[in-house]
């Protein structure tokens, strides 16, 4: 069965980074665009960065433009998301998710999901 399981969260301090890894097993990774959403407390879950199969195109929220970079390595089924100068409004359980299709802020077009990590920013 299709697994993806995130690693790479836990507790910062504001300014610091953190890499949030995702490897994905039980599926062609390389035909899946991947997506980062995160949620947090009483929030929905909102899209954070996506990067097409073979990583050509990338995609951000406004909210982490400049700050987060997703990149994939195909040949390890494994998709990253690079956050920089975290600040506390950063702070929610990241999921990683795996789409067949061309819609990459689109929750409902996701298939697979992560079980997600938690990523604390202190101010």
């Known amino acids: 069965q299709v697994q993806l399981v995130e690693s790479g969260g836990g507790l910062v301090q504001a300014g610091d980074s953190l890499r949030l890894s995702c490897a994905a097993s039980?599926?062609?990774?390389?035909?899946?665009?991947m997506g980062w959403f995160r949620q947090a407390p009483g929030k929905e879950r909102e899209f954070v960065a996506a990067i097409t199969w073979s990583g050509g195109w990338t995609y951000y929220a406004d909210s982490v433009k400049g700050r987060f970079t997703i990149s994939r390595d195909n040949a390890k089924s494994t998709v990253y998301l690079q956050m920089n100068s975290l600040k506390p409004e950063d702070t929610a359980v990241y999921y990683c998710?795996?789409?067949?299709?061309?819609?990459?802020?689109?929750?409902?077009?996701?298939?697979?999901w992560g079980q997600g990590t938690q990523v604390t920013v202190s101010s």
């Open positions: 998710a795996a789409n067949p299709r061309y819609s990459v802020q689109n929750m409902a077009a996701y298939d697979y």
């Open positions: 039980g599926l062609t990774f390389s035909s899946y665009v």
